[in-house]
């Protein structure tokens, strides 16, 4: 029996307070909808269908996997309804996983129990829950048992009396039921209810009246089961989010000077003994090194740097590659295809791009270093740019092994300096300069005696 994902993500989110539909506001920089994407795609190997509604081209613009089904609900007429609309592409023999776009914290592991007690017993025919305890079960649909403790119907807040609001057990939405069971249940749903729409709770009451298996799996985190109805609970998620892979890198070996001021907005990998210090914000894909050091207010997305490196604080890495014991900063940029070898230092207010630097090889203060190759113990002087771009082209410079770049040098590409070539400081170099060679490029000084300073004027 194959297993697909429906996942429900057709609501405006008017509490939001947004243009932008519910299930693309971000936790950990992707969507909502993206990280419940991610997950059926973790437990199902068959066909994810997701039903969307308000915002729906904006959705489907959104998602990049061409193998998503879609279905349109065209009203927002409540999740039976919803999960209706799909239900159409479902094989018959199927089981099948219902989500939510808005609830983007569900581990694999969660769901895995899920689907592994579903298929616990032989029937034919089942209905696995996911439930959760919660100490204010207020706004959630409460879970309802008899007195052998069995799941008799789930009963929305709105619809609950006295003593089903005191009940602590909650629905979380999500279920795996039998594709041929919802094929027979969901038509025969009524909105006669307080919201005046097809609950999909209602099947419960239809699976205990056929005789339908019933089983429950409790999630272990209610944080894990949340959804974001409104900006608060967005943000409660995010650092929910944050403060989890937190604790994930602490136990692999970095340390952190306040887990609660680290955001990762994609896949951050570390070695042992890393050290990373306040506001860090890593993106995409970044791996460090063991004994890598992360000073404060760092952004990094889409780097790998080798071991033993310093990062110094408010550094900017971006699409870079680091070399071990490389030093970066304070106040650096490096853009992305920066290449550093080992044991370059690149220094205050430098910026990098699409530039090669060699073994040992320093720009240690306020200079520009674009679509360059620079060889091996180079020192580039304060002030020092490449002049890569003509308004229209861009183009390389070139400077070999132990060449000495004076402060304040503009060097005019295209431009071949050779091996330990010297340039005089506020050279503008325009022309290749061969090995071995000092280059000096500057207007000649005059000094002129008995010159006056100018003097203010008088007023009237």
Same mark, same amino acid.
């Given at each position: 029996?194959?297993?697909?994902?429906?996942?429900?993500?057709?609501?405006?989110?008017?509490?939001?307070?947004?243009?932008?539909?519910?299930?693309?506001?971000?936790?950990?920089? &992707?969507?909502?909808?993206?990280?419940?994407?991610?997950?059926?795609?973790?437990?199902?190997?068959?066909?994810?269908?997701?039903?969307?509604?308000?915002?729906?081209?904006?959705?489907?613009?959104?998602?990049?996997?061409?193998?998503? /089904?879609?279905?349109?609900?065209?009203?927002?007429?409540?999740?039976?309804?919803?999960?209706?609309?799909?239900? @159409?592409?479902?094989?018959?023999?199927?089981?099948?996983?219902?989500?939510?776009?808005?609830?983007?914290?569900?581990?694999?592991?969660?769901?895995?129990?899920?689907?592994?007690?579903?298929?616990?017993?032989?029937?034919?025919?089942?209905?696995?829950?996911?439930?959760?305890?919660?100490?204010?079960?207020?706004?959630?649909? +409460?879970?309802?048992? !008899?007195?052998?403790?069995?799941?008799? %119907?789930?009963?929305?807040?709105?619809?609950?009396? %006295?003593?089903?609001?005191?009940?602590?057990?909650?629905?979380?939405?999500?279920?795996?039921?039998?594709?041929?069971?919802?094929?027979?249940?969901?038509? &025969?749903?009524?909105?006669? !209810? %307080?919201?005046?729409?097809?609950?999909?709770?209602?099947?419960?009451?239809?699976?205990?009246?056929?005789?339908?298996?019933?089983?429950?799996?409790?999630?272990?985190?209610?944080?894990?089961?949340?959804? %974001?109805?409104?900006?608060?609970?967005?943000?409660?998620?995010? =650092?929910?989010?944050? =403060? =989890?892979?937190?604790?994930?890198?602490?136990?692999?070996?970095?340390?952190?000077?306040?887990?609660?001021?680290?955001?990762?907005?994609?896949?951050?990998?570390?070695? !042992?003994?890393?050290?990373?210090?306040?506001?860090?914000?890593?993106?995409?894909?970044?791996?460090?090194?063991?004994?890598?050091?992360?000073?404060?207010?760092?952004?990094?997305?889409?780097?790998?740097?080798?071991?033993?490196?310093?990062?110094?604080?408010?550094?900017?890495?971006?699409?870079?590659?680091?070399?071990?014991?490389?030093?970066?900063?304070?106040?650096?940029?490096? +853009? @992305?295809?920066?290449?550093?070898?080992?044991?370059?230092?690149?220094?205050?207010?430098?910026?990098?791009?699409?530039?090669?630097?060699?073994?040992?090889? &320093?720009?240690?203060?306020?200079?520009?270093?674009?679509?360059?190759?620079?060889?091996?113990?180079?020192?580039?002087?304060?002030?020092?740019?490449?002049?890569?771009?003509?308004?229209?082209?861009?183009?390389?410079?070139?400077?070999?092994?132990?060449?000495?770049?004076?402060?304040?040098?503009?060097?005019?590409?295209?431009?071949?300096?050779?091996?330990?070539?010297?340039?005089?400081?506020?050279?503008?170099?325009?022309?290749?300069?061969?090995?071995?060679?000092?280059?000096?490029?500057?207007?000649? /000084?005059?000094?002129?005696?008995?010159?006056? +300073?100018?003097?203010?004027?008088? +007023?009237?």
């Amino acid at each position: 029996m194959t297993l697909e994902v429906i996942i429900l993500a057709a609501g405006q989110g008017s509490r939001m307070r947004s243009t932008l539909p519910k299930v693309l506001h971000p936790v950990a920089g &992707k969507s909502m909808l993206s990280h419940v994407i991610d997950l059926a795609s973790a437990v199902a190997s068959s066909t994810t269908h997701v039903v969307i509604g308000h915002g729906a081209d904006q959705v489907k613009q959104s998602i990049t996997d061409p193998a998503i /089904q879609w279905a349109l609900q065209s009203e927002q007429n409540g999740t039976g309804h919803a999960v209706a609309q799909a239900l @159409p592409a479902v094989s018959d023999d199927a089981r099948v996983l219902i989500l939510y776009g808005d609830v983007p914290l569900t581990t694999p592991e969660t769901i895995e129990k899920l689907i592994a007690t579903s298929v616990s017993k032989a029937s034919a025919e089942q209905l696995s829950l996911l439930t959760v305890e919660l100490a204010d079960p207020n706004g959630y649909g +409460r879970i309802v048992r !008899n007195s052998a403790a069995e799941v008799t %119907a789930i009963v929305e807040q709105k619809d609950a009396n %006295a003593e089903q609001l005191k009940i602590g057990e909650v629905n979380t939405g999500i279920m795996c039921v039998s594709a041929s069971a919802l094929k027979r249940w969901l038509p &025969k749903l009524s909105a006669d !209810n %307080a919201q005046g729409e097809y609950y999909l709770t209602d099947i419960i009451a239809m699976a205990v009246s056929d005789g339908v298996p019933i089983n429950v799996c409790q999630a272990t985190e209610p944080m894990e089961v949340q959804g %974001a109805n409104n900006r608060i609970q967005l943000e409660e998620l995010e =650092r929910f989010y944050q =403060r =989890r892979y937190a604790d994930k890198l602490m136990l692999a070996g970095a340390s952190l000077a306040d887990a609660s001021r680290i955001d990762v907005r994609g896949t951050l990998t570390t070695g !042992n003994d890393v050290y990373i210090d306040i506001n860090c914000v890593f993106e995409g894909d970044v791996i460090l090194g063991d004994g890598v050091r992360i000073g404060p207010n760092c952004h990094i997305s889409d780097t790998k740097i080798a071991s033993d490196v310093e990062i110094k604080a408010n550094s900017v890495l971006e699409g870079a590659v680091v070399g071990t014991d490389c030093s970066v900063g304070p106040f650096a940029r490096l +853009r @992305p295809g920066t290449v550093l070898a080992a044991e370059v230092k690149i220094g205050n207010f430098v910026e990098t791009k699409k530039a090669n630097i060699g073994i040992g090889s &320093k720009v240690s203060h306020l200079s520009y270093i674009g679509d360059a190759e620079i060889g091996s113990n180079v020192n580039v002087g304060a002030g020092t740019i490449t002049c890569n771009y003509d308004g229209v082209n861009k183009f390389k410079t070139t400077l070999a092994d132990e060449v000495f770049v004076g402060s304040n040098t503009a060097l005019v590409a295209p431009v071949t300096v050779g091996k330990a070539a010297t340039i005089g400081a506020g050279s503008v170099i325009t022309g290749n300069i061969a090995e071995g060679e000092l280059a000096v490029a500057r207007g000649k /000084q005059r000094n002129i005696s008995g010159w006056q +300073r100018p003097e203010k004027l008088a +007023r009237d």
